[in-house]
């Protein structure tokens, strides 16, 4: 699927509570801070909105939001999280990505900040309990490195004699160290081998790729990252050229045309990031909001692509499959 930019919106003053807010011609302002460009985030903005007009709340009638994306540059998020901080915003929202919401976390501990990230958060030092966040930033977490394990079950169940599974990650992603760990030792209990490929931004992918080939490595992980969930088309393009199986956490990686897909919705993690920014807007403390964490997990396979990489599918695999791409 092809995702579309979006355009900024302008904003506003200050922070939590509701009588303190910073508003703008009437409306209050979000503060809205992540990693990658406005490109490829359509469907994550949509159901943000969602999540806000559940709460009563819609863009640019009684509410106002203050969009900064880093541009898959990590070392501007500190500078844009202290402009929205310097704003004075009602509240940050971090769409995505453990680096954001600690950026977010380092510059104010008054405004309130709501994130969306798939790493564990009390691991990754951001809450200090998932049932009581305590302080100023609760959100939603989509737990994907517990997944490792999941999708290293997928891969070799429709690869059953491969040897050497790689995975790309993000080294500017601060969960890089903890997933190349966990994979390791996941990997062990499989009998295979762990082969680790790196890119930090769009223009490294391609590099990543062929590197995995030399590398000999016969299927590969992407895992989440928001640099990576922006260029599910290209990484999806990418892996179909070089001829590499590839499993990654969203429906919309196999939806563009990737092999499969195992994870929670990232779309239902964006509105419930939504849902919960438009509560701490109406009062309600972050301390207060237990975090968030999915239910449902999908596994989704494109039998188009299995097809044209030379793959057979097990019927065992298809049958348990939440859809099937042909």
């Known amino acids: 699927m092809n995702r579309r930019a979006f355009i900024a919106m302008v904003g506003g003053a200050a922070?939590?509570?509701l009588a303190g807010r910073a508003q703008h011609s009437g409306t209050l302002v979000i503060g809205w801070l992540a990693i990658?460009?406005?490109?490829?985030?359509?469907?994550?903005?949509?159901?943000?909105?969602d999540g806000l007009r559940e709460q009563g709340f819609a863009e640019g009638r009684n509410v106002t939001v203050e969009y900064r994306w880093a541009e898959h540059q990590v070392q501007r998020l500190a500078q844009l999280a202290a402009d929205l901080v310097g704003r004075g915003v009602a509240v940050i929202s971090c769409g995505g990505g453990t680096a954001t919401a600690l950026a977010a976390k380092a510059a104010t501990s008054t405004i309130p900040i709501v994130f969306a990230i798939g790493a564990d958060p009390v691991r990754a030092g951001l809450v200090g309990s998932v049932s009581r966040p305590e302080g100023n930033i609760t959100?939603?977490?989509?737990?994907?490195?517990?997944?490792?394990?999941?999708?290293?079950?997928v891969i070799t169940e429709l690869l059953p004699g491969i040897r050497v599974i790689g995975v790309l990650l993000n080294p500017r992603n601060p969960n890089s160290?903890?997933?190349?760990?966990?994979?390791?030792?996941?990997?062990?209990?499989?009998g295979r081998q762990i082969r680790f490929v790196y890119a930090d931004a769009p223009t490294e992918l391609n590099t990543a790729l062929v590197a995995a080939v030399e590398?000999?490595?016969?299927?590969?992980?992407?895992?989440?990252?928001?640099?990576?969930?922006?260029?599910?088309?290209?990484?999806?393009q990418l892996a179909m050229r070089h001829r590499?199986?590839?499993?990654?956490?969203?429906?919309?990686?196999?939806?563009?045309?990737?092999l499969m897909s195992y994870g929670p919705s990232i779309t239902e993690r964006y509105r419930l990031l939504g849902r919960y920014t438009g509560r701490v807007l109406k009062g309600n403390k972050p301390a207060d909001l237990p975090i968030q964490q999915p239910t449902k997990f999908e596994l989704v396979i494109n039998l188009k692509t299995a097809k044209a990489l030379g793959l057979e599918v097990p019927p065992s695999l298809l049958a348990r499959a939440d859809s099937v791409i042909e």
């Open 244 to 258: 590499l199986p590839t499993i990654h956490e969203s429906r919309d990686y196999a939806a563009a045309g990737g």
């Open 15 to 17: 922070a939590w509570p």
């Open 36 to 49: 990658p460009t406005a490109e490829g985030y359509r469907d994550q903005l949509a159901a943000f909105r």
């Open 139 to 153: 959100g939603v977490a989509g737990l994907t490195d517990a997944l490792i394990t999941k999708r290293l079950e």
């Open 177 to 190: 160290m903890v997933r190349s760990s966990d994979l390791s030792a996941a990997a062990q209990g499989f």
């Open 215 to 236: 590398q000999r490595i016969e299927a590969l992980i992407v895992q989440n990252d928001p640099l990576f969930i922006s260029q599910d088309d290209e990484i999806a």
